[in-house]
């Protein structure tokens, strides 16, 4: 099932961006295998999670591997001559320290596609620096433009360079690469940073900003919350409302049905007095909860929307019949995007424990049972120790 199906990956296990990309992949067709640790490794989270909670592990089996090991370096470079795309996120140098950069394993496979997920760059003077998404996004100038002007810029989740600007350029890297493979007969190294493509995501405000339209500063334009007609505002309730009326038409129905037409008020867009405005349409919205608001904006075209909470989102109407959210042995998560007409994606397995799988993937990729009895004797692959 899926557009990539048939497409064999090996995913060296990391967290966040390279995960992601292996998950979207997965959910796509592809037969990914994550190749896991031996040895139980610091994450950096604070709880350890149930496999089947761990949703960016889902639709692909494990097996774990001594890769500092001679035997195990032999064996990534085994499963790598038989597979379409690798995907790794380390700190540029370790996979040629373990002997499994692009050198070797295009030797292997030089139809292969290697795909790298770092931070900074594969170069640069902060290649070698630790970081996460936070500090990514900060030097593509996205984080400055987050937030209060009157406080520090606030981090959006993890969002932009973890998922957004890292993971989904990853995934999409791998599979041009792989378009391309297919004409050329020839692999390559797709060098994916969260740097790159969180900055590439602020394309749109890098050119209002040339064109002296968009201000280098927070909360000072018309999509990051300045505007009264693009902001959140709270409902009686102590809930919260979007508004998104940007265009002419939008803007006059959101004005009708806030029962301010017959008002005298600022222009949309005189600067001046979008204080006032949004000051007036704070009023009128603190004045009824966010389900009154939701029956009066239901039927039109205001752009405007609740503000749902995670256990809220997946209950909505909409989600439900579209079916955006699905579960999985008692764990609500997004189903896989986009949708296809013709190869349906599928988010697969459940996620599987470190090494659950270790057998049944190394029978599959043609090692035999004495060599898969002798790789455990050896303890080069397993279930994960510790």
């Not at 998404?133 to 987050?146: F, M, Q, R, S």
């Not at 000072?220 to 902001?231: E, H, K, V």
């Amino acid at each position: 099932m899926g557009p990539l199906a048939g497409t064999r990956i090996i995913e060296l296990a990391g967290i966040g961006p390279a995960p992601f990309a292996a998950m979207l992949l997965a959910d796509l067709g592809a037969e990914v295998v994550r190749i896991d640790r031996r040895e139980d490794i610091d994450i950096g989270l604070p709880v350890s999670l149930e496999p089947r909670f761990d949703v960016l592990s889902r639709g692909r089996r494990s097996i774990a591997v001594d890769i500092k090991s001679e035997a195990g370096r032999n064996l990534v470079l085994r499963l790598a001559s038989s597979a379409d795309a690798l995907i790794e996120g380390f700190r540029p140098g370790v996979m040629e320290r373990l002997g499994l950069g692009p050198d070797p394993c295009l030797a292997a496979n030089p139809r292969l596609v290697y795909g790298r997920m770092t931070g900074y760059g594969q170069d640069g003077p902060l290649a070698p620096r630790a970081g996460h998404d936070i500090n990514y996004i900060a030097i593509a100038g996205v984080l400055h433009a987050i937030g209060s002007p009157d406080e520090p810029p606030v981090p959006p989740a993890n969002l932009i360079g973890d998922f957004g600007g890292g993971g989904m350029f990853l995934a999409l890297g791998v599979v041009s690469a792989l378009l391309a493979a297919q004409k050329s007969g020839r692999g390559q190294v797709v060098d994916a940073a969260m740097v790159d493509g969180s900055a590439y995501l602020m394309s749109l405000m890098y050119g209002l900003f040339a064109a002296g339209k968009w201000r280098d500063e927070r909360r000072a334009n018309i999509l990051d919350g300045a505007a009264p007609w693009y902001r959140t505002y709270a409902t009686r309730d102590g809930k919260s409302v979007a508004v998104g009326a940007i265009e002419g038409r939008f803007y006059r129905e959101l004005v009708r049905r806030l029962g301010l037409e017959g008002e005298v008020l600022p222009g949309q867009h005189d600067r001046a007095g979008w204080a006032e405005l949004a000051r007036r349409f704070a009023e009128v919205f603190a004045s009824r909860t966010r389900s009154e608001w939701e029956a009066v904006f239901a039927d039109g075209d205001a752009c405007v929307t609740p503000v749902l909470s995670l256990s809220e989102a997946a209950q909505h109407p909409h989600n439900r019949q579209r079916g955006v959210f699905f579960e999985q042995a008692g764990v609500v998560q997004p189903a896989p995007a986009p949708r296809f007409s013709a190869t349906p994606a599928s988010p697969g397995a459940l996620p599987s424990a470190p090494g659950a799988d270790t057998r049944g993937v190394l029978a599959d990729w043609g090692f035999t049972a004495g060599e898969i009895e002798r790789l455990e004797a050896e303890d080069v692959v397993g279930r994960r120790s510790g």
